[in-house]
C-alpha cells in the first residue's frame, strides 16, 4: 500500500497555507481549502507510483494516510465506453462515457464517500452525516455501515423509492425532510461547526471532495495520458467539476499528461445558478428552485463553490450550458437506445448538454469528448409501461418473432 504525499491544505483564495488535520475553512479570510501534494514525487515515480485496482489505486494522491482507513466496496475503475454511434447522432468525431454508475452504490458518489468516510476514521469521528437528495445519501451510509460507524442521513421527500430502499436498509438513522436542500443546509451546517458528526455534505470538506479527482487519474491511465479535449461534468454544487478539474491539472503539473481538458459544466435549466452566471458575465446569483427530474442537480445555490466552479470555468476556457427537463429524459432514452447505457437524469444531463452546445456549434465537433454519466438508471422511480401481457401457444409465438424480425411490427 502506498504512502499518502498530501503535504498541507492551502486556502483557495488567500493562499494561506495549514499543516494537514480536519479544518473546514481558512481561519483568515474563510475561504475554502484544498489538498495539495508532493507532486515532484508523482512526476519522478510517474504512474508506477499507482498500484492495485480501483479508487485506492490513487492512494498516494488521496489524503488518508493509515491504508487501514481506507475504506473500501470497490469502487472506482469505472470503465471509459468510446460510443460511435451515440457520437455519430451527436455529431462529433469521438465520444467518450465515463460510466460512473458502475461504481457499489450506482453513482459517482461512492468516490468522495471512500474518501470522507475514510478521513472520518482518520480524525477519530465515530457518526457522519450528509444532506441529500438521495444519492450521497445512500453512498454515505453504506461506507459507513462499512467502517463500524454511525450515519445521519437526511433524504428528501421525494426521493426515489429505490434510494428510500437503499437508505432504510444501510443508515443508522434515516430522517426525511421537506422542503428544499438549501434551506435545510444552512441549519445543518452550523452542526457541522460544532462537531455533532463528521462533514460529508459536499460544500467544504476537502477530505470528501478529494475521492472524485480520481475520475481524472482514471481517463488519464485510460486514455494511455492523452486526455479527451473536452470533459463535461454534472455541477449541482461543483464537487465533481472541481475535483476532476483539480486532477487533470496534477496530471499536467506532474507531467503525465501534456494538457488539461477543457472543461464544461452541465446543469439542469431548473438549477442553472451557474450556468446563467456565466452566461451572463455576472456573480452567481441564488435561485429559488423546484423540482428537477435531475435530483442530483437540484441546488439553487451552490454557494462558496458554485463561486469556485465559476472562477474556473472563465480562468481555464471553459464553458457552462444548461438543459430543460424534457431534454434530459430524451436523452436518457437515447442513451439507453443507442448505447445500452441505462443511466439516471441526473447522469445524462451532461450528454444532453453536450448535445445542445453541438447542435449550436459551441464545440469543435472534430474534437474527442468525455461525458461523465455520475449515475445508474436503476435507482431512478418512473411510470411503469404496460404490464399487461400476452398468452402465447408456439404458433402465434413463432408468428410474433418472424413478423418483429421482419420488420412488419407486431402482427397481432
Ligand atoms: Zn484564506
Same mark, same amino acid.
Given at each position: ?60 494522491? =488521496? /489524503? ?5 482507513? +481506507? ?12 460510443? &460511435? ?7 462529433? +468525431?469521438?465520444? =467518450? ?19 470522507a ?11 457522519t452525516s450528509v444532506v441529500s437528495?438521495?444519492?450521497a445519501g445512500?453512498?454515505i451510509?453504506?461506507?459507513?455501515? +462499512?467502517?463500524?460507524?454511525?450515519s445521519l442521513i437526511f ?44 462533514d460529508c455534505g459536499a ?24 486526455? &479527451?479535449?473536452?470533459?463535461?461534468? /454534472? ?25 488539461? /481538458? ?47 466552479? =465559476? ?17 434530459? =429524459? ?83
Amino acid at each position: 500500500m502506498s504512502e499518502s504525499l498530501a503535504r498541507e491544505l492551502a486556502c483557495i483564495d488567500c493562499g494561506a497555507i495549514y499543516v494537514l488535520g480536519y479544518r473546514l475553512e481558512c481561519e483568515k479570510c474563510r475561504g475554502l481549502l484544498e489538498l495539495r501534494y508532493d507532486v515532484d514525487r508523482l512526476r519522478a515515480a510517474g504512474p508506477a507510483l499507482f498500484s492495485g485496482t480501483g479508487l485506492w489505486r490513487y492512494a498516494a494522491m =488521496l /489524503p488518508i494516510a493509515d491504508p487501514g482507513h +481506507r475504506v473500501t466496496l470497490g469502487e472506482g475503475g469505472t470503465p471509459l465506453l468510446d460510443c &460511435p454511434r451515440l457520437a455519430a447522432r451527436l455529431g462529433v +468525431r469521438r465520444l =467518450l462515457l465515463k460510466y460512473d454508475g458502475a461504481n457499489p452504490t450506482g453513482t459517482v458518489k461512492d468516490r468522495t464517500s471512500a474518501t470522507a468516510v475514510g478521513a472520518a476514521l482518520q480524525f477519530g469521528y465515530r457518526a457522519t452525516s450528509v444532506v441529500s437528495s438521495g444519492n450521497a445519501g445512500s453512498s454515505i451510509a453504506a461506507y459507513s455501515a +462499512r467502517a463500524g460507524l454511525r450515519s445521519l442521513i437526511f433524504a428528501y421527500e421525494r426521493a426515489s423509492a429505490p434510494k428510500l430502499l437503499h437508505m432504510t436498509a444501510t443508515a443508522s438513522d434515516l430522517i426525511i425532510y421537506k422542503g428544499v436542500y438549501d434551506d435545510l443546509i444552512s441549519h445543518w451546517d452550523r452542526l457541522v461547526e460544532e462537531r455533532l458528526f463528521f462533514d460529508c455534505g459536499a460544500s467544504r470538506n476537502a477530505y470528501k471532495h478529494e475521492g472524485k479527482k480520481t475520475l481524472a487519474y482514471e481517463i488519464a491511465e485510460q486514455t494511455g495520458f492523452v486526455a &479527451p479535449d473536452v470533459v463535461v461534468a /454534472p455541477v449541482a454544487v461543483g464537487e465533481t467539476f472541481i475535483a476532476t478539474a483539480r486532477g487533470f491539472r496534477e496530471l499536467c503539473e506532474a507531467g503525465l499528461i501534456s494538457r488539461a /481538458p477543457r472543461m464544461v459544466a452541465a446543469q439542469a435549466t431548473r438549477a442553472n445558478a451557474i450556468a446563467r452566471a456565466f452566461r451572463d458575465g455576472t456573480p452567481i446569483t441564488p435561485l429559488k428552485i423546484g423540482y428537477t427530474v435531475a435530483e442530483g442537480l437540484a441546488a439553487g445555490n451552490p454557494g462558496r463553490k458554485g463561486d469556485w466552479v =465559476l472562477r474556473l470555468l472563465r480562468k481555464d476556457n471553459g464553458l457552462a450550458a444548461d438543459v430543460e427537463d424534457p431534454e434530459i =429524459l430524451e436523452a436518457q432514452r437515447m442513451l439507453a437506445r443507442v448505447e445500452g447505457i441505462w443511466a439516471g437524469p441526473t447522469g445524462v444531463a451532461t450528454v444532453a448538454v453536450l448535445r445542445r452546445l453541438l447542435e449550436h456549434k459551441d464545440l469543435d465537433p472534430a474534437q474527442t469528448i468525455c461525458a461523465i454519466i455520475s449515475e445508474t438508471g436503476l435507482k431512478t422511480e418512473a411510470e411503469l409501461p404496460s404490464r399487461e401481457g400476452t398468452a402465447f401457444d408456439e404458433e402465434s409465438l413463432r408468428r410474433l418473432v418472424r413478423g418483429l424480425l421482419s420488420g412488419r411490427g407486431h402482427p397481432g
